[in-house]
């Protein structure tokens, strides 16, 4: 099988996994008790949380959840009263949950994008006004690696007395994160890292209204106990990432443009230069994304987020491109990163070309 859908969720580091295994095994104790091993296990969870926190703005506080699902819930919920901005392109935890409180009566305004996929600034700041409580932007799509211009829409946002949250987690440790944010979601998965363990970063002043109820633990932003191995691997993935950060971005950058080459009777879908290199979102006239997925069996690649796989619904974020359906139905999204190599890609392209030749085809 040739991974290439680095977007959905990446392999997990060697190095995390080895620091996970003891505290799975044999430190399993509970980190919020008062005793010497809980006390032990608490230790490596603010270890974690200052590798973590390492790669973001200074001046805030992280909060560990399960997930960015979780961690955005409690930005969007736990929000002052009032409106509510956001963009067209951004992911599901995100739309859904504020249309969640569109039904509860607070209004919300949904931005537009441009064909590159970029949101519309002249209707941002007719939006973002005085009234917004919270205005929320992903840093790199999910979906088309597309790089907002989080720095300004802070800065409107802020101008409006409103917060600024960032869906930071296909970006965290590859884009920089402005440090104009107020609230950063990540998830450790998407860096190499296990699964079941994200982030909320709060700047001090921010404090949401809780979503959990219990025994009060992160500073009662989110109760529960937590998983010291998770925590762990979360902190080792975070640290790997800065650790790397060269050597990841040369890797990443010499793939893209090989791939460039190898898929290059495809259109590329979102800014050509205003993006994250490892995320590749490519259409091509005459195919169905659907039956080549099915067609490659033995590469593993995306017609869009893993989220809404399945749902027989052309992808959202193409569609606010102003695709249309058939080419939104006609595109795959190919994502690679640190473990993938220029042969698998090369193989990979190959297979892909080969079949999307044959499905065009007159018959």
Not at 73 to 97: K, M, S, W, Y
Not at 194 to 202: E, F, Q, R, V
Not at 245 to 262: M, N
Request: with cysteine; glycine share 10%.
């Amino acid at each position: 099988m040739i991974y290439l859908d680095y977007q959905a969720t990446t392999p997990l580091a060697p190095e995390v996994f080895d620091a996970m295994a003891p505290l799975l095994r044999d430190q399993f104790a509970n980190p919020h008790s008062a005793h010497r091993a809980g006390r032990a296990a608490a230790a490596q969870v603010e270890v974690a949380r200052e590798e973590i926190t390492g790669l973001l703005p200074p001046d805030g506080r992280l909060v560990f959840t399960s997930g960015a699902t979780e961690a955005l819930n409690i930005a969007i919920q736990g929000a002052p009263t009032g409106d509510i901005v956001t963009i067209a392109t951004e992911h599901a935890a995100v739309l859904d949950t504020v249309e969640a409180m569109r039904r509860q009566e607070r209004r919300v305004t949904i931005l537009p994008v441009g064909p590159d996929g970029i949101v519309d600034l002249d209707a941002a700041r007719a939006a973002i006004r005085p009234g917004v409580a919270l205005v929320a932007a992903m840093l790199v799509n999910n979906e088309i690696g597309v790089i907002q211009p989080v720095a300004m829409l802070a800065d409107l946002a802020h101008q409006a007395g409103a917060l600024f949250l960032c869906d930071a987690v296909q970006g965290y440790g590859r884009v920089a994160i402005p440090d104009a944010c107020d609230i950063i979601a990540i998830s450790a998965h998407k860096i190499h890292g296990p699964k079941g363990i994200g982030a909320l970063w709060l700047r001090e002043s921010v404090r949401p209204a809780p979503l959990l109820h219990g025994g009060g633990q992160e500073g009662g932003v989110r109760s529960g106990t937590l998983s010291p191995a998770l925590c762990a691997g979360f902190g080792v993935a975070a640290r790997l990432m800065r650790d790397r950060a060269e050597a990841d971005r040369i890797h990443v950058e010499s793939l893209a443009a090989l791939a460039q080459t190898l898929f290059s009777g495809w259109t590329l879908n979102g800014s050509a230069t205003a993006r994250y290199p490892g995320n590749l979102n490519l259409r091509q006239e005459g195919i169905d994304g659907a039956q080549l997925l099915s067609y490659c069996r033995n590469i593993a690649f995306s017609l869009g987020s893993a989220c809404a796989s399945g749902s027989g619904r052309p992808s959202h974020v193409l569609r606010a491109l102003g695709l249309t359906e058939r080419q939104a139905r006609g595109s795959v999204r190919i994502g690679f990163g640190r473990y993938t190599t220029p042969d698998e890609l090369e193989r990979a392209a190959k297979a892909l070309n080969e079949a999307a030749a044959a499905q065009a085809a007159p018959r």
